[in-house]
């Protein structure tokens, strides 16, 4: 009896110690693929302006990725209102608090460096979109920070193209005082932002390049804003008047505006005999609707949708694993930065549909 006793004894021992080894071993495990990342993951997305259209858009978007993923990440969002002193103290905060991931758009993108050096000191990963600084120089001494950043010069390009396509197709309605000249109005989202100056840029040469005489009428600076846009060209409406034949804007925020200015003069409203063409970017569900109804002539769309690609490498980067790790993204040449190439978007606008 004593001797089986003590083979029961050792055999307890021996299942005790087995089981507290493999749970080590499965603790070591984890720590070392780094899934020990208590759920749900917390995110926290600090915007210059939440009421901005592309913002809007976006939101919706997390908080659709949020339902989807019940249990595994929670989103929060701070409006700055373009206020840079809220910003930080919003971040300071969250920061002692707690937070897995930061989706950065910042309001100053020369205090990009100081806030970035800020939120190392927590060792957060970071995701800078939808603004970003003129070297990637400001970004790489941090391994956990990331750019999710559009393509602007091909965006840009795209807006070239759609606007050189409606001038050959639809010459004779564009052309108004018939001088072979296209006069355009720019809308400008920020003067020293390196993607308003690219969107600008390759719009105005892809149409150059294309053979098509141009000349500047306004390039006014609207701040990414849809009512500054709309109260803007409703002004310049009434200084240009019929010399206005087309609008190029940096994103869709101002088109829309544009285009609502438009109308309060009978123009783009579905009377082919009175059409200014208008190009944005981002693909916002308002100018979506806009151009589907022939209101606008077309949009720089995002494609795939950079809400899923911050998703995604997001959750790579809180889990410290390669930021592109099992997706279909590319870092570029920078090696800290990811670009989302656009497709055209155009709608009936001349009763056409542009390939």
């Not at 970003?132 to 990331?146: F, G, H, M, Q, R």
Request: overall charge neutral.
């Amino acid at each position: 009896m004593k001797i089986l006793k003590k083979i029961l004894t050792i055999t307890a021992i021996t299942i005790v110690v087995i089981i507290i080894l493999r749970n080590n071993y499965s603790m070591a495990t984890d720590i070392n693929t780094n899934y020990c990342q208590k759920l749900p993951v917390r995110v926290a997305l600090f915007a210059k302006d939440l009421n901005d259209d592309y913002l809007v858009f976006l939101r919706n978007k997390f908080e659709d990725i949020q339902k989807n993923n019940e249990g595994k990440v929670v989103f929060t969002f701070y409006d700055a209102k373009f206020n840079k002193s809220v910003q930080n103290a919003d971040i300071d905060k969250k920061l002692k608090e707690g937070i897995d991931l930061i989706l950065l758009d910042i309001v100053d993108i020369n205090n990009l460096g100081e806030t970035i050096s800020k939120i190392t000191q927590y060792n957060v990963p970071v995701i800078v979109f939808n603004r970003e600084p003129s070297t990637a120089d400001v970004i790489k001494p941090y391994k956990k920070v990331l750019l999710v950043g559009a393509d602007s010069k091909q965006a840009g390009i795209l807006q070239g193209k759609m606007i050189t396509e409606a001038w050959n197709s639809h010459k004779e309605s564009i052309d108004k005082n018939k001088d072979n000249v296209l006069q355009y109005i720019m809308l400008i989202g920020e003067k020293s932002n390196e993607t308003s100056i690219d969107r600008s840029k390759y719009s105005i040469s892809t149409i150059q390049q294309a053979g098509i005489k141009t000349q500047e009428l306004a390039s006014p600076v609207l701040n990414w804003d849809t009512e500054t846009a709309k109260s803007t060209v409703d002004a310049l409406f009434l200084r240009y008047s019929d010399k206005i034949e087309a609008i190029i804007s940096n994103d869709d925020s101002m088109a829309i505006g544009a285009v609502q200015a438009l109308q309060k003069y009978g123009y783009n409203t579905g009377n082919k005999s009175k059409v200014i063409p208008v190009v944005g970017i981002d693909g916002v569900p308002e100018a979506i609707d806009l151009i589907s109804k022939g209101f606008m002539l077309g949009t720089a769309l995002q494609n795939p949708n950079i809400a899923d690609v911050m998703y995604d490498i997001g959750m790579n980067l809180v889990y410290d694993r390669n930021p592109v790790e099992g997706t279909s993204y590319k870092l570029d040449e920078t090696g800290v930065a990811v670009r989302i190439p656009f497709t055209e978007y155009t709608g009936p606008m001349f009763e056409y549909k542009i390939k």
